[in-house]
RNA sequence: GGUAACGUGACCGAGUGGCUAGGUAGAGGUCUGCAAAACCUCCUACGGCGGUUCGAAUCCGCCCGUUACCUCCA
């Protein structure tokens, strides 16, 4: 089964290939970086690091582009309308880049944490001036923009009679956009259409970061940013672009034209993909409802928000029990039932560690999955295991369906853990099977959903010796000693698990 | 105000015109010195009101609620 992608460009699922196979070209809109991440923050990058894992386990080749907007985000369209570096960087007496570096750094760090990979070219806004003044330039000899007073601005009525389709993403038409637009705004009266977007701003006398261009000093656009730097690391066509729903306009829509409007007319990407929102507690995170959680806020519990810190994984885990393009409710109850569910994959993977290395070097017959059986009848235990271990995969072709995925891999960590407690059941699946039904396993759990340990203070050595001092007294019947040990252990948030077969180790999912 | 989307059991969330989602929580059981974990079993819902249909939670209409975009926002 193919894998399909639901491409907001034509509103309905996709049978994905990429343009030049092996290679995929996949661009996500990063953030602007003038103050920590908040949580809505981390989906988008989550949900495009799995797609990103799970074409890299399909056998592509993925080059990742998320760039850093440090330049050119405005507080609004009006003129007025401060740059979001600037203002942070005159709150704080800083130089605007020396906050874009701050907040660049605390990014990637909150991005590692949540096991995300780091993009194969980050590129910054601030150093692609070039590029999108060039990019301005084409779009002004193809006479789809003009300028007014240092400024240029995209002329969205004459593209559109050109046969450019502004709107075509976001499903909206110019005249409703007009009809909707506000004319309150300052600095419309040098457009000549309310629709028209700034391709490059003139700096105002107190404008900090400014450059030298054809048209005066000034700044990039926002939209441009996007546009220029995806054409120089991707190409003018290529197979991926992602980014959440709110992007989608005017953003996404400015970037197409704008793409549209160059020397090399093409939307740019052929997929369009974009993810939905967070909500906290069933409303929009923001700062007068007291539910504005940044990352480092809910990594380290210091927010009045929720009762106490979750981990990164924890996240990353709740993330992926929805699906991308639904929209998805955060809460303490929610978090902590994902920590749990988070906790019992991880033992999972100790379980597989235990079987298969139980297994030793013996290889049995080969077993495949979804093998049309020459006989009627029920499958063998060992092509059961292998179906299982197939449908994770066949869900994850389904638009990345995560939710359906994780839910595949649960139904498979509870047959290993029914093999587990019977023995003859494990020795009627095989080696064969159970070796690949683990790599399956693992595979999904590790490097698709990119799931880890998260380090804990306990090392498997040291574990191993207190389990010595429990068997010890347990053998002697010094129960007193023994409840002591365990006592200790549940406080480290560590479990011991009494097994017919001897004494384990396992994290508490408390 | 305009335009979209969503509304599922105690909680989070899949999914679908007729067939078990899954996780968490809860109940009973197996195992166990007691537990925990694991396993087995149970609880099993689709905002409200109409309509289409043999049959709808799934399609249509209206209402209510939430969210998003229209204006910076992942």
Not at 43 to 50: A, E, K, L, N, T
Request: with cysteine; proline share 6%.
């Amino acid at each position: 089964m193919p894998l399909t992608l639901y491409n907001t460009l034509t509103r309905q699922k996709e049978t994905f290939e990429p343009l030049h196979p092996p290679q995929v070209g996949l661009y996500l809109c990063g953030p602007t970086v003038y103050n920590d991440a908040h949580l809505g923050n981390a989906r988008g990058p989550i949900v495009f690091d799995v797609l990103t894992r799970y074409l890299r386990h399909l056998g592509y080749q993925v080059r990742y582009v998320r760039n850093i907007t440090d330049v050119g985000h405005l507080e609004s369209d009006a003129d007025t309308g401060e740059d979001k570096l600037e203002k942070a960087a005159k709150a704080k007496k800083l130089e605007p880049m020396q906050v874009a570096q701050h907040y660049t750094n605390s990014y990637r760090q909150a991005m590692a944490s949540l096991g995300c990979l780091p993009p194969d070219i980050e590129p910054q806004a601030s150093g692609h001036i070039t590029e999108q003044i060039a990019l301005t330039a084409e779009i002004l000899e193809r006479g789809l923009a003009y300028e007014a007073n240092g400024s240029v601005y995209f002329d969205v009525p004459k593209y559109n009679a050109e046969g450019g389709q502004y709107g075509r993403l976001s499903g909206r038409v110019v005249e409703e956009l007009l009809a909707g637009t506000r004319t309150e705004l300052a600095g419309q009266e040098e457009k000549r259409s309310p629709a028209d977007f700034a391709l490059w701003k003139k700096a105002s006398p107190q404008h900090i970061m400014r450059w030298p261009s054809p048209w005066g000093e000034g700044f990039p656009g926002w939209h441009l940013e996007c546009s220029a730097m995806s054409r120089k690391y991707l190409g003018a066509e290529f197979d991926i672009h992602g980014g959440g729903l709110d992007l989608m306009f005017p953003h996404h829509e400015c970037e197409i034209a704008q793409n549209e409007g160059s020397h090399t007319p093409s939307p740019g990407a052929r997929f369009w993909l974009h993810n939905n929102m967070l909500t906290v507690n069933g409303a929009k995170m923001s700062k007068s409802l007291g539910n504005f959680i940044t990352l480092p806020q809910m990594f380290s519990g210091q927010t009045s928000a929720l009762s106490q810190s979750y981990s990164p994984m924890t996240l990353r885990f709740f993330f992926l029990q929805a699906h991308y393009r639904s929209p998805i409710d955060l809460s303490d109850d929610a978090l902590q039932a994902a920590r749990k569910g988070y906790r019992k994959l991880l033992n999972g993977l100790r379980l597989l560690d235990k079987l298969t290395g139980d297994l030793g070097e013996v290889s049995g017959e080969e077993v495949k999955a979804e093998e049309t059986p020459a006989k009627p009848g029920p499958p063998s235990p060992a092509q059961q295991l292998l179906n299982l271990a197939a449908k994770p995969f066949a869900f994850l072709d389904d638009d990345l369906n995560t939710p359906r995925a994780v839910a595949a891999v649960f139904d498979l960590l509870k047959r290993f853990n029914t093999l587990a407690t019977n023995p003859a059941a494990l020795a009627e699946v095989g080696p064969a099977a159970l070796r690949e039904a683990a790599a399956a396993y693992r595979t999904l759990v590790q490097d698709v959903l990119g799931l880890r340990d998260e380090p804990r203070a306990n090392t498997e050595d040291l574990l191993g010796l207190t389990l010595g001092f429990y068997q010890e007294a347990k053998e002697a019947k010094a129960y007193d000693k023994v409840d002591q040990i365990r006592a200790a252990l549940k406080s480290q948030g560590i479990v011991i698990k009494d097994t017919k077969t001897g004494v384990e180790w396992a994290y508490s999912e408390e």
